[in-house]
Antibody, heavy 122, light 111 residues
Framework: EVQLLESGGGLVQPGGSLRLSCAAS????????MSWVRQAPGKGLEWVSA????????YYADSVKGRFTISRDNSKNTLYLQMSSLRAEDTAVYYC???????????????WGQGTTVTVSS | QSALTQPASVSGSPGQSITISCTGT?????????VSWYQQYPGKAPKLMIY???KRPSGVSNRFSGSKSGNTASLTISGLQAEDEADYYC???????????FGGGTKLTVL
């Protein structure tokens, strides 16, 4: 079964850091681009970042550029999102998602995790 | 404010057809055939319903269809069923600087 399982969310103070992980199973992880998408409480979806299958190419939304870093470890079938200089407006459920192909983001994201909640508050 | 504009809500009766619009610009929807649509139930992860404008993933009902005209993409649901009641989001590739944009979402109510 194709599956994504996020972890690492929690409560963090403004200005703090957090690393999210997304463990993939059931497919050849390195063959696909991966994305992070977030959803603030009661709000819509917002694309955050994406990474190519090899990890060589990364993409960021302007709202997180310079503060967040996406990476992947294909030997561990795991996607990461390192978040720093966190702000209240980063509070959201963070989903990892598998892209349909290993190409530019996004032709479509066909597998999603259940999400992990990040709360930025003092 | 979302980059793509969707109506906040639409409604329809069982058996009817509804269409959800997604209006972008010549920098995103209008320039690429890379619009995708997602269905999301409250508290659940989104589900891909349409990709590359009009293609359906395996397992998605053929009652769901996608199209595009100019800068506006559309999702049509025919033969509306109670289980279709959910939030729907459009998404588009937006070029090498912005990359990906979502619409604000549309709440579908089945009357």
């Amino acid at each position: 079964e194709v599956q994504l399982l996020e972890s690492g969310g929690g409560l963090v103070q403004p200005g703090g850091s957090l690393r999210l992980s997304c463990a993939a199973s059931g497919f050849t992880f390195s063959n696909y681009a991966m994305s992070w998408v977030r959803q603030a409480p009661g709000k819509g979806l917002e694309w955050v970042s994406a990474i190519s299958g090899s990890g060589a190419t990364t993409y960021y939304a302007d709202s997180v550029k310079g503060r967040f870093t996406i990476s992947r470890d294909n030997s561990k079938n795991t996607l990461y999102l390192q978040m720093s200089s966190l702000r209240a407006e980063d509070t959201a459920v963070y989903y990892c998602a598998k892209d349909l192909w290993d190409s530019i983001p996004s032709y479509g994201m066909d597998v999603w995790g259940q999400g992990t909640t990040v709360t930025v508050s003092s | 404010q979302s980059a793509l504009t969707q109506p906040a809500s639409v409604s329809g009766s069982p058996g009817q057809s509804i269409t959800i619009s997604c209006t972008g610009t010549s920098s995103d929807v209008g320039s690429y055939n890379l619009v995708s649509w997602y269905q999301q139930y409250p508290g659940k992860a989104p589900k891909l319903m349409i990709y590359e404008g009009s293609k359906r993933p395996s397992g998605v009902s053929n009652r769901f269809s996608g199209s595009k005209s100019g800068n506006t993409a559309s999702l049509t649901i025919s033969g509306l069923q109670a289980e279709d009641e959910a939030d729907y989001y459009c998404c588009s590739y937006a070029g090498s600087r912005t990359h990906v944009v979502f619409g604000g979402g549309t709440k579908l109510t089945v009357l």
